[in-house]
């Protein structure tokens, strides 16, 4: 949060020029065979968050083997609630913009940052259950996959398919690893290097290649005593991950400096469309979705969590930020006007989503334990 408004600061002070050249210097090797060159930006982005979405994957495949997502019925309501997630808002903006010539940018309220958004719901610590992070860390990423395929789909110029069949190749390879029961991380992270490169050369997003990876990992050690090859990797990242990559990223990724006319266009069917699908289409898609599959039976609530807990997980589920920006970047290539409207919107839906989302959990959590507080009040005289 102090990178985000260290970031703000210089991008509206005479340091802002420098500090967006700095980000678009070119670093890397290029050559005939490989070409690896590319801005700082581009590597803080798909490089640095590769290896945040690769610890998010451990954790994500940890639940699913032994932990809140390990049941069918539990590993479904992230995928129902993303869906729902993404649906409401694109249809809200579209509702707005019909007809409009940004209509294009239907997809920027579909997206959530990840990043962020498990940044303000781990700030709030033990106040929320544990199951919670990882509901929304698991609709998140089902949101980023079918944000990703949104791009690859109607936002990308030419989708390189021979570099997906090599990305495929690959992560066969390390599928074959997990079966023979292969221990060493080097064995799956190096190949996941490689994932990695094809994928972005590809033109679909990189950080796709972390999660692939990560769920190749085996869960088991070679005996019981000894930890598994994910555990001890997630154990690896966490610091790197948590104190450096991600304050890079919110660095890198908030610098943008404020122009006239991005307060107008709050209120234009652009601005509208943005902060209504994010700030509403997010939780109240996440809601619906979630409160259908759970009362079909198809899928089962977080253990601990509440509807209200849902809400609020849907609220800062509309912190879109950097992914509707990059999609807003696709959509109004050449329109700098535009663009900027667009990024004001949707910074300040994040921003609003982020706090509403924060107060909504806190206050929920408060009302929860003093709930808790006076049940045990009534049953001391019985005991």
Same mark, same amino acid.
Request: net charge neutral; charged share 10%.
């Given at each position: 949060?102090?990178? #985000?408004?260290?970031?703000?600061?210089?991008?509206?002070?005479?340091?802002?020029?420098?500090?967006?050249?700095?980000?678009?210097?070119?670093?890397?090797?290029?050559?005939?065979?490989?070409?690896?060159?590319?801005? #700082?930006?581009?590597?803080?982005?798909? &490089?640095?968050?590769?290896?945040?979405?690769?610890?998010?994957?451990?954790?994500?495949?940890?639940?699913?083997?032994?932990?809140? =997502?390990?049941?069918? @019925? @539990?590993?479904?309501?992230?995928?129902?609630?993303?869906?729902?997630?993404?649906?409401?808002?694109?249809?809200?903006?579209?509702?707005?913009?019909?007809?409009? !010539?940004?209509?294009?940018?239907?997809?920027?309220?579909?997206?959530?940052?990840?990043?962020?958004?498990?940044?303000?719901?781990?700030?709030?610590?033990? +106040?929320?259950?544990?199951?919670?992070? $990882?509901?929304?860390?698991?609709?998140?990423?089902?949101?980023?996959?079918?944000?990703?395929?949104?791009?690859?789909?109607?936002?990308?110029?030419?989708?390189? /398919?021979?570099?997906?069949?090599?990305?495929?190749?690959?992560?066969? #390879? /390390? =599928?074959?690893?997990?079966?023979? *029961?292969?221990?060493? $991380?080097?064995?799956?992270?190096? !190949?996941?290097?490689?994932?990695?490169?094809?994928?972005?050369?590809?033109?679909?997003?990189?950080?796709?290649?972390?999660?692939?990876?990560?769920?190749?990992?085996?869960? @088991?050690?070679?005996? !019981?005593?000894?930890?598994?090859?994910?555990?001890?990797?997630?154990?690896?990242?966490?610091?790197?991950?948590?104190?450096?990559?991600?304050? $890079?990223?919110?660095?890198?990724?908030?610098?943008?400096?404020?122009?006239? &006319?991005?307060?107008? *266009?709050?209120?234009?069917?652009? *601005?509208?469309?943005?902060?209504?699908?994010?700030?509403?289409?997010?939780?109240?898609?996440?809601?619906?979705?979630?409160?259908? +599959?759970?009362?079909? %039976?198809?899928?089962?609530?977080?253990? %601990?969590?509440?509807?209200?807990?849902?809400? &609020?997980?849907?609220?800062?589920?509309? $912190?879109?930020?950097?992914?509707?920006?990059?999609?807003?970047?696709?959509?109004?290539?050449?329109?700098?006007?535009?663009?900027?409207?667009? @990024?004001?919107?949707? =910074?300040?839906?994040?921003?609003?989503? %982020?706090?509403?989302?924060?107060?909504? =959990?806190?206050?929920?959590? +408060?009302?929860?334990?003093?709930?808790?507080?006076?049940?045990?009040?009534?049953?001391?005289?019985?005991?």
């Amino acid at each position: 949060m102090g990178c #985000v408004a260290i970031s703000l600061i210089i991008a509206n002070s005479p340091l802002g020029p420098a500090f967006e050249q700095l980000l678009a210097t070119e670093v890397g090797h290029h050559s005939v065979a490989l070409h690896l060159r590319y801005p #700082v930006l581009l590597w803080i982005n798909d &490089g640095l968050m590769a290896i945040f979405f690769l610890l998010v994957g451990l954790e994500i495949k940890r639940e699913l083997v032994q932990g809140e =997502l390990s049941s069918p @019925k @539990k590993a479904a309501l992230p995928v129902f609630a993303a869906l729902g997630g993404v649906l409401f808002p694109a249809l809200i903006y579209t509702l707005f913009n019909k007809g409009q !010539p940004t209509a294009v940018g239907w997809a920027i309220p579909m997206a959530t940052d990840i990043a962020f958004a498990l940044a303000v719901i781990t700030m709030l610590g033990r +106040s929320v259950p544990l199951s919670l992070k $990882i509901f929304l860390a698991a609709l998140a990423i089902v949101d980023d996959l079918v944000a990703i395929l949104m791009i690859a789909l109607f936002y990308s110029s030419e989708l390189q /398919l021979t570099y997906l069949y090599y990305a495929g190749g690959i992560y066969a #390879v /390390l =599928l074959v690893f997990n079966r023979l *029961g292969v221990q060493s $991380i080097w064995a799956y992270l190096l !190949p996941g290097i490689f994932i990695w490169y094809f994928v972005h050369h590809s033109g679909i997003h990189a950080t796709i290649a972390g999660v692939l990876t990560a769920l190749a990992l085996p869960t @088991k050690g070679r005996n !019981p005593d000894t930890e598994s090859p994910l555990i001890k990797l997630e154990h690896a990242l966490a610091r790197p991950v948590n104190l450096l990559i991600m304050p $890079i990223f919110a660095l890198a990724n908030t610098n943008i400096a404020f122009e006239d &006319g991005m307060l107008a *266009g709050l209120v234009t069917p652009l *601005g509208l469309g943005i902060i209504l699908g994010l700030f509403l289409g997010k939780p109240i898609g996440i809601f619906l979705l979630s409160w259908l +599959s759970v009362k079909l %039976g198809l899928s089962s609530m977080p253990k %601990g969590a509440g509807w209200l807990h849902v809400i &609020g997980v849907g609220m800062l589920a509309g $912190i879109g930020f950097t992914m509707s920006i990059f999609i807003a970047i696709l959509s109004f290539t050449g329109q700098e006007l535009t663009l900027a409207e667009a @990024k004001f919107s949707i =910074l300040t839906a994040s921003l609003v989503s %982020g706090i509403c989302g924060t107060l909504m =959990l806190k206050a929920v959590s +408060s009302r929860q334990r003093q709930n808790n507080e006076s049940a045990a009040e009534q049953a001391a005289p019985l005991n």
